[in-house]
């Protein structure tokens, strides 16, 4: 991470610019500095800077960005949030920066110690309903073809009685009894007397046989539906949730994430369904957070974890709402893996481990990963 003639810097106070980002970063502000200045509290990225403090013989202060920002690019070659404050000299380093091929221009990285993925939350399959039973068997553009059908056939079934009365004179069936007529004989419940017409009882003959078919398939596919029950699908990639879009799901992302990298990745990405995803994405705030014991640890690494002492505590209503309507239903919940399934595990999962909220199967990088950035070293030696 630093060079050898860097390795004591005899006290120099480091400027660390951050933003909150649990499990990696968690802090409180000063109520007795600016408003931007942070104390650090139990994380990941707290203990690796205490243990590099003493080791490198250096002081550190946090402050957020003025802009509260992680960094996109912004006019003249400027960056705004963390990227820009380290762009322009106004802090040493921030401890937890996705690296990109763009911020690489003006930030230099350490190795990077951990990838991040974005991943989609929402809610687990769900019974459909009773009362679809019945037209489940059968998709809706066959029962769309059996509708057209019938009035086709009817249609041809009166013209065809009309030339036989026209020829003969004998009586003939009219438009909507040739309609009825069809309906009826799907139904097993034709309302009268075949049509003395002989091509007309050809015509009925032929459908008949349709009648056959339909039956045979309708039957064994009810009673399929009735025995195992059917459930909605999930949603496992962008793919599904762009086509769920266009049957009225929504989804949505938390406001800082849409500041820095994830808004990176989605306008820069050449896939179809992700650009229609970020260009429906509805925003919720940012989240403020508070100490407490982590569930996460417990759940995923047992007493010792090291997060045990800092977890987030959801503050803010639109948060908590945004949640509620993933199980609900209808709604998507857009973030980085590891957050999410520190929030599912902790806030949604009972005590037998079940859980209503499912966590999409596919994990979308953001670019390289995560790393310290620093502005350029020969300026830090300085």
Known sequence: MFKDQHKDFLGH??????????????????????????????????RMVNSLAPYMNFTYEGREPADRQWGVPGSGGNWTGIVGTLQHE?????????????????????????????????SKPKPLPEYLSLIRPLE??????????VMVWGTVLWVMERLFHWITGRRYLSFSSSIFYGWGLLLQDHPFKPPSNPTS?????????????????????????????????????????????KEGWEWGTPASRLTGSHKTFYVTSPTPAIIEVHNGIKVSENIKVSSTKCGYCRYKFGKHCIFTRAFLMFKITETEEAMALVLKGGFSYIDSYYF???????????????????????????????????RYMHMLGS
């Open 140 to 149: 809706g553009e066959v029962w769309g073809a059996i509708v057209v059908c």
């Open 13 to 46: 106070r480091m400027n660390i610019v951050l933003m909150p980002y649990f499990p990696y970063i968690s802090y409180r502000v000063e109520r007795n500095a600016s408003a931007t200045t942070v104390h650090l509290e139990d994380s990941l990225n707290t």
């Open 90 to 122: 106004l802090a040493d380093f921030s401890m937890d920066l996705t690296r990109t091929p763009g911020r690489s221009e003006v930030v230099e990285y350490s190795r990077i110690y951990i990838d991040e993925s974005i991943v989609i939350l929402s």
């Open 340 to 374: 999410s399934q520190t929030l599912v595990s902790t806030f949604y999962t009972d005590e037998s481990g079940y859980t209503p909220v499912h966590i999409s199967t596919t994990q979308y990088p953001v670019f390289f990963g995560n790393a310290w950035g620093f």
């Open 201 to 245: 009882q050809i015509l009925v003959v032929f459908w008949l046989l349709v009648y056959l078919i339909l039956s045979t398939a309708y039957s064994s596919s009810l009673i399929s539906h009735l025995v195992v029950k059917g459930k909605s699908s999930v949603i496992n990639n962008m793919e599904q949730l762009a086509e769920r879009g």
